[in-house]
């Protein structure tokens, strides 16, 4: 079964920072690119981050210099370090491996005053 869990959400003030996890089991998570999306109130999907097998990443321009992904293929786990957030950066997040069309059940992420 395959299961991708996010957790680390929360409410956080502006100019804040939440680490986000995700723990994968079920596929061989070292050989596929995974990425972040996130879901604002009201708003379509919004792709925000992937990193490559060996961890190469890409950002939306809207993050860049702000998050940083990661992964640790030992642990079959993904991570997204944001700082200095936003309140524009509210939304649920997921992670994915859109590749295989498998998606985690997202964590919010709050960013208010």
């Known amino acids: 079964e395959v299961q991708l869990v996010e957790s680390g959400g929360g409410l956080v003030q502006p100019g804040g920072s939440l680490r986000l996890s995700c723990a994968v089991s079920g596929f061989t998570f070292s050989g596929y690119s995974m990425t972040w999306v996130r879901q604002a109130p009201g708003k379509g999907l919004e792709w925000v981050s992937a990193?490559?097998?060996?961890?190469?990443?890409s950002y939306t321009d809207s993050v860049k210099g702000r998050f940083t992904i990661s992964r640790d293929n030992d642990k079959n786990t993904l991570y997204l370090q944001m700082n200095n957030l936003k309140p524009e950066d509210t939304a649920v997040y997921y992670c994915?491996?859109?590749?295989?069309?498998?998606w985690g059940q997202g964590t919010q992420v709050t960013v208010s005053s």
């Open positions: 990193a490559s097998p060996t961890g190469s990443p």
């Open positions: 994915a491996s859109k590749f295989l069309g498998f």
